[in-house]
């Protein structure tokens, strides 16, 4: 199947630092593509990829999983990682789950990671009867554009296919019990108004994580896909100023053994 105009995936090289983003499930790289090109702009090489089953049709969800949307975003990290001498990870909802397991199997190897209304839980009671619904339905209504800002618009599935969206929930119980091996700076952004991903969900992971370099922003003007909402440029504005800062420590501490040695 073709991917739908916008949802192609999105790479530039740039300087020594990299950032690597990760889309949310049955989103597509259009809801970061703003903050992937601001991050372009700033000097910052950059790697947006579109996850396995995504942009096409919700058909094509229904084949893939967890493992298939993780494969994909841990052979970016590697790539960027080879080409790079610092790398960050961002991720928007379940790119937020992505981006926390990546950052608990990787450590060192990542230098810090920015959480936008990170998906941990289903908190539908029916998500209980996904391992037995999904035989029989094969999709539910979708959730897409939870955006505030009128005018703008999110491209994604108005489809959830159950096949996936069981996988999802067996991820999200994966990456909650490997939160407390997540080290690296963070910062999470969080609307208090979000109608996909609960705000206890970001309250769970700043209290599981032992990151002790950690930023809370709320988005007050925003809903979910905040990245394109009334909040996107503080959003990028931010997450700019924590890779400087990381980035600058870091060159400082290479320069300091250097000379040392």
Known sequence: ??????AEPYRHEGGEVGVLL???FTGTPQSLRPWA?????????VSLPLLPGHGTRWQDLALTGWQDWYAEVDRELRALSERCAQVFVFGLSMG?????????????AISGIVLVNPFNKMHDPMA???????????STKGVVSDIAKEGSEELGYTRVPLHAAHSLRRFSRLVDAEL?????????LHSPQDH???PADSARILGRVSSTD???ILLEQSYHVATLDHDADRIFEESVSFVDRLASDAKDSREGTTAGG
């Open 196 to 198: 996909v991903v609960a």
């Open 128 to 138: 209980f009867a996904l391992p037995v619904a999904r035989h029989f339905v094969r």
């Open 1 to 6: 199947m073709p991917v739908l105009p916008g």
């Open 22 to 24: 990760c889309h949310g």
């Open 96 to 108: 937020g789950a992505l981006t926390l397991r990546l950052a608990a199997k990787h450590g060192d």
């Open 37 to 45: 090109e601001h991050l372009v702009a700033r000097g910052l090489t």
């Open 214 to 216: 950690v930023t809370e």
């Open 180 to 188: 407390p091996q997540v080290t690296q700076p963070l910062l999470l």
